[in-house]
């Protein structure tokens, strides 16, 4: 059984879009291996991390353009 890379002491990003009056927002983590993007809910930082393909988040990222 493998494990996910432990996530604490990671620099968390919010989109530059996200606006400081609350409301849903996500945050990806900067500097994880190469093809892994983990994902947490910023409201919740203590919460589950989602960890996604890098392709999964394009494609994600994509779609909301």
């Known amino acids: 059984m ?18 400081n009056t609350g409301g849903d927002r ?3 983590a900067d500097g994880r291996p190469a093809g892994a993007v983990p994902v ?3 409201k919740n930082p203590a919460g589950p991390v989602l960890t996604v393909s890098a392709g ?3 494609a994600f990222v994509d779609g909301l353009r």
Do not use: I, L, M
Request: aromatic share 12%; proline share 4%.
């Open 56 to 58: 999964a988040w394009s």
């Open 40 to 42: 947490r809910d910023s």
């Open 26 to 28: 996500v945050e990806v």
């Open 2 to 19: 493998e494990t996910a890379p432990s996530t604490r002491n990671t620099q968390w990003c919010k989109s530059s879009y996200s606006g």
